[in-house]
């Protein structure tokens, strides 16, 4: 099976275009933004060295869902999904804040109240909780969302004082993160899953706030299955859960996380087949969709994914959208 790792399209009105992680965006005229999500996976602040087959296509496509069932809350940047692995929408002034949202004491929330924190970012946290406990509700926990490096916990009121997000913006910022989490949590329980915690990212365009970026994705959401989650609370045993916590779990167990001197494991085609097989597992449970695994949902009507090249397929379907969008 491909794996599309690189891309290097040169779109009619290309202004630029910015080479992250995980996703590859393109600037069409300061207007538009061509965001394709590829194969690339990473880990501990570092992309592997393999792509992962149906990656791309399975984050594409839960946030467009997403993005789409949440429209009745807040505007969002999405305008269509040309492609199954891209998502055009518009170029807004993004915030450099990003909105976490927990339901749950787990992560590193879990190993900051562990060592002794009971206030999380300006959040007052209740005395005597237990790992992946649920919070009283649900709480907001900003971070500053840097260029590089790690993003660092912020609280509502340094964001303000700081300038980086007004009084007025960051309060409807609050507003949209708990609404949109809390629809997420119904659909979540509908597939017999909980929506533990999230990232939300924002921005603004002609004065109005927007959703940008991707939601409640396995890259940036964890999620529990409901069932057995208060047996194994009162146990003490670790949840059922699903994220991409297996692939860091799988290099921890190869002693890597990134550290100095530390090698990263040799990434086999069956390792990353693996990797391939538990995305579209993720998929089907999320979304309570079955995962078409023959590229059909694509404008080109490829016969197959693998057959195909993706690059040129996303760079027919791209340019076929950006000229429809002139008639």
């Not at 087959?53 to 305008?79: H, M, Q, S, Y």
């Amino acid at each position: 099976m491909k794996a599309l790792t690189s891309t290097d399209f040169h779109f009619e009105g290309q202004k630029n275009v910015y080479h992250g992680k995980v996703r590859d965006v393109y600037n069409i005229n300061d207007d538009l933004l061509v965001m394709i999500a590829t194969d690339r996976i990473s880990a501990f602040d570092v992309v592997l060295p393999k792509g992962i087959p149906f990656k791309g296509e399975v984050l594409n496509r839960i946030a467009a869902k997403f993005l789409d069932t949440t429209t009745d809350i807040c505007p969002n940047w999405k305008l269509a999904t040309p492609d199954p692995m891209v998502t055009v929408g518009l170029k807004c002034e993004g915030f450099r804040v990003e909105m976490i949202m927990r339901s749950i004491l787990t992560g590193s929330a879990w190993r900051e109240y562990k060592n002794g924190c009971r206030e999380l970012c300006g959040v007052k946290l209740p005395e005597g909780m237990r790992e992946n406990e649920r919070f009283p509700e649900p709480i907001i926990t900003p971070t500053t969302k840097a260029d590089e490096g790690h993003d660092m916990n912020i609280s509502k009121e340094e964001i303000i004082a700081q300038g980086l997000v007004s009084r007025e913006d960051y309060e409807i910022m609050e507003d949209y993160t708990r609404k949109i989490f809390a629809r997420g949590q119904e659909i979540a329980a509908k597939q017999g899953l909980i929506l533990v915690d999230t990232k939300y990212e924002f921005g603004k365009r002609d004065g109005k706030v927007y959703l940008i970026d991707e939601i409640h994705t396995p890259d940036s959401s964890r999620y529990f299955y409901a069932e057995g989650y208060e047996e194994k609370l009162a146990k003490g045993e670790p949840q059922r859960q699903l994220s991409k916590e297996f692939v860091r779990q799988w290099l921890i167990e190869h002693d890597f996380m990134n550290e100095p001197g530390q090698v990263m494991p040799e990434i086999t085609d069956e390792f990353a087949d693996s990797v391939s097989e538990r995305y579209i597992e993720l998929y089907e449970h999320i979304t309570g969709e079955k995962f078409n695994r023959t590229g059909t949902q694509c404008s080109c009507k490829c016969s197959t994914y693998e057959e195909k090249d993706i690059a040129a397929r996303i760079e027919k379907n791209v340019r076929e959208y950006l000229a429809s969008r002139k008639q």
